[in-house]
């Protein structure tokens, strides 16, 4: 892959990557990356509000500029709110603009972040070659990265985008930053689990857009009752916003043997009590690679999209019965089915073989 020519010394970098929180995660590499090659960089990320909790205090940016999509999509919508939310909005960007960015990488490769681009009036533009990018993103960049095409992991998609500063697409583990106060709250929390053996957590949860990547809560619960009484695990189900009804119905398909985890108030609370299990089994969903940044011992139910392009990166097990190369949702006509097929057998004995490997 061709090298573009690197940017001077000292330059100011934005990162585009605004959503989702799996996404966000997924492009941590590259950011790794970029600063172990470019250590003089200054690097900014913007990022939506709801996965800005992920980054905050990293220690390879310098800045998150938070995009409050929530706060906006409201007010945007309400005759009463309008313009105040575009003063909102200008005033936004005149202060991005203000921070004279040299280039602007946009790992995202929609409209959304290709305007965000625009706006930000980066000097240069970065973003993906060809089939990586919809919805016209390619007009708003000034060099446009090829990518292989076919199953390419996200991971690598994302590292091949700093040949356009001039930097080699090199692998380097992600860096999620926990602070102490997320640590004790997590302690507190176990604190309440009852047992003494491995702590086993199961995250049934996807967002309401890829519920069908969702494992039926009677077989998580089914995997939580073999788990505490085959291996004596401590089993705690976790759950994010809007969440706790799906994972009540698992603890209560296990028969009482797992636990309700009690609500956490943020992603990095949610991230410090998966860094002490000693499994997390999900799906396709953002604490899934939380867990896989941590390198968390994990197991991964797949079934609608294929693990080889978004599953967890260099880590952990997968289990998937749908059809390789298959990148979206919309082009399988049965997708839930392909969750349907993952047994609780064949998840409970990966499960097991991972806690023995511990």
Do not use: C
């Not at 980054?55 to 310098?62: C, I, K, S, Y």
């Not at 929609?110 to 706006?119: A, E, I, R, Y």
């Not at 076919?150 to 700093?162: K, Q, S, Y």
């Not at 189900?237 to 943020?266: F, I, K, M, Q, Y």
């Amino acid at each position: 892959m061709p090298l573009w020519p690197p940017l001077p010394s000292g330059a100011r970098v934005l990162i585009i990557r605004l959503s989702a929180i799996g996404d966000v995660l997924v492009a941590l590499p590259a950011l790794r990356s970029l600063k172990r090659q470019r250590p003089d960089l200054r690097v900014s990320w913007a990022v939506e509000d709801r996965a800005a909790d992920l980054l905050r205090g990293h220690p390879d940016l310098e800045e998150v500029v938070v995009y409050p999509r929530r706060r906006w999509v409201r007010g945007l919508k309400r005759p009463s709110t309008l313009p105040g939310t575009l003063r909102d909005m200008a005033r936004t960007f005149r202060e991005l603009r203000r921070q004279r960015y040299d280039a602007a990488l946009d790992l995202q490769g929609n409209l959304k972040s290709g305007l965000f681009g625009l706006l930000s009036g980066a000097r240069l533009r970065i973003g993906f070659a060809g089939a990586h990018t919809r919805e016209g993103n390619r007009l708003f960049n000034h060099r446009r990265v090829p990518v292989p095409t076919g199953a390419v992991h996200r991971v690598e998609r994302d590292l091949a985008l700093l040949a356009g500063i001039g930097l080699e697409p090199r692998y380097e583990p992600p860096v999620l930053p926990l602070d102490p106060e997320d640590g004790r709250a997590a302690e507190e929390l176990l604190a309440r689990a009852d047992g003494a053996g491995p702590l086993v957590l199961l995250h049934p949860g996807t967002s309401d857009f890829g519920a069908v990547k969702r494992w039926p809560a009677d077989r998580f619960g089914a995997l939580g009752e073999r788990l505490a009484r085959e291996s004596g695990a401590r089993v705690v189900v976790t759950w994010g916003p809007g969440e706790e009804e799906l994972a009540g119905a698992v603890v209560a398909a296990s028969g009482g043997r797992a636990a309700l985890a009690p609500p956490t108030r943020s992603l990095r609370e949610l991230a410090a009590l998966i860094r002490r299990g000693a499994l997390f089994v999900a799906a396709d969903t953002g604490p899934l690679q939380i867990a896989a940044a941590l390198r968390v011992p994990l197991v991964a139910l797949f079934g609608p999209k294929d693990p080889s392009v978004y599953g967890p990166y260099r880590t952990g097990t997968v289990l998937y019965h749908g059809l390789p190369g298959l990148p979206s949702v919309r082009r399988d006509p049965h997708p839930s089915q392909r969750m349907e097929n993952l047994t609780v057998e064949e998840v409970f004995e990966a499960s097991l073989r991972t806690l023995q490997a511990r």
